[in-house]
Structures are given as C-alpha cells and as structure tokens.
T-cell receptor, first 115, second 111 residues
Framework: AQSVSQHNHHVILSEAASLELGCNYS??????LFWYVQYPGQHLQLLLK??????LVKGIKGFEAEFIKSKFSFNLRKPSVQWSDTAEYFC?????????????FGRGTSLIVHP | KAGVTQTPRYLIKTRGQQVTLSCSPI?????VSWYQQTPGQGLQFLFE???????NKGNFPGRFSGRQFSNSRSEMNVSTLELGDSALYLC??????????FGQGTRLTVV
C-alpha cells in the first residue's frame, strides 16, 4: 500500500531561520511527488512538484525540495522563512494502486513563524 | 480565470440523510477529484472523474458516489450519512490529471 509520512507535526521558527520538513513515502513504483501549502483561511495550493529529471525541484516563494530515491524521501526546504510562511504543509505522492492512480497525502505539518 | 468553486460552503445534516455537494472546475479542466479531510485521517482521496467517467477510486464505501457532467462540473453524493462523515470535502480540478487546483471546500457536519 502507498503511504506518506511527515515527521514533524508542528514546527515553530523565528523569521530568517532555515526550514526543513521531512517527507518519506512507501511505494515501489514510479511516483509523482508534491508539496502543497494551506495558508490560514485559504485553500490548498501547490508549492512544487516532481515528476522526473533533476531531483532538486524549485517551487514558489523560495521553497525547494529534493527527491532522494534511495531514501524514499522528498524533503521540503527554505533557507530563510518569513512570517507569511505560517501555514499547513502537506506532502503528497501519486502512484498506481490496483490500476488506479491514487494520490496519498501526509497528515500535514503546521508551521508557525514568529516575527 | 475563476478558481475551483464548491457549493455549499457549509452544510449540516442529520444521520441517515443524504447529501449532494457540487464542484465547478477551472474552465478547461476536465479532471475533477474529490477528497475528504478530517483531523484524524488527514486528506484522503475519494475519486477522480475525467470526461464524465470515474477514472480512479479511493478506499471509501459505496455510500460515497459521484458523477461528472458534460461541462466538467461534478457532484459528490453521500447516502445514509454517519457521524463520522463530518469533514471538509475538497474538490480539485486539473489539466491532464496532474497538478491539482483545490477549491475552498464544503464543511459537512452530521448531527
């Protein structure tokens, strides 16, 4: 079965601190990988995605993620966070399960950035 | 370009009733997916429709069903509501079934 694990449920940082949110998945085949963000009171939106090619993916707002196939990981990073990055972050994997392409989401990481 | 629109935004139903939720995708998007979001289970995939056909299905009971119309608008129906069906139901549309654009969701409360 396909699963996604986000290690940090709650993260609290001060502005300008560096961020790394962990995401590991379990799936044996080819996957598409995503990070979504949900700002307070807003809908989910895509931060970045990986389908193939360069494993270092750059997204919006200075975020990046690195796909490490051997570790089944897709960690999200940002060198210097801002107060406006306060949000819920979701890692997602999309792979074939029983003939269907099922997206599976992690439980989410709540990030609070103090000004 | 208008985003994904879900109606209604909030809904209160009684156990045993049925409910229909609506989703209007971004213009030109033919793929519509539905998700259930709860504090306990997180975001779970319900099903995906493409060109009026269910293309992918998650692991939910048959009480959860959906359909898609020729204009790509989609509806989701839940019959015989249970307390555990209380959740935020999200709809997402996409081109070619890859990057999903989410709506604000419908908050369903079953009492």
């Amino acid at each position: 079965a396909q699963s996604v694990s986000q290690h940090n449920h709650h993260v609290i940082l001060s502005e300008a601190a560096s961020l790394e949110l962990g995401c590991n998945y379990s799936y044996g085949g080819t996957v598409n990988l995503f990070w979504y963000v949900q700002y307070p009171g807003q809908h989910l939106q895509l931060l970045l995605k990986y389908f193939s090619g360069d494993p270092l993916v750059k997204g919006i707002k200075g975020f990046e993620a690195e796909f490490i196939k051997s570790k089944f990981s897709f960690n999200l990073r940002k060198p210097s966070v801002q107060w406006s990055d306060t949000a819920e972050y979701f890692c997602a994997v999309r792979g074939e399960v029983g003939g269907s392409y099922i997206p599976t989401f992690g439980r989410g990481t709540s990030l609070i950035v103090h000004p | 370009k208008a985003g994904v629109t879900q109606t209604p935004r909030y809904l209160i139903k009684t156990r045993g009733q049925q409910v229909t939720l609506s989703c209007s995708p971004i213009s030109g998007h033919r793929s519509v997916s539905w998700y259930q979001q709860t504090p306990g289970q997180g975001l779970q995939f319900l099903f995906e429709y493409f060109s009026e056909t269910q293309r992918n299905k998650g692991n939910f009971p048959g009480r959860f069903s959906g359909r898609q119309f020729s204009n790509s608008r989609s509806e989701m129906n839940v019959s015989t509501l249970e307390l555990g069906d209380s959740a935020l139901y999200l709809c997402a549309s996409s081109l070619e079934g890859k990057q999903a654009f989410f709506g604000q969701g419908t908050r369903l409360t079953v009492v």
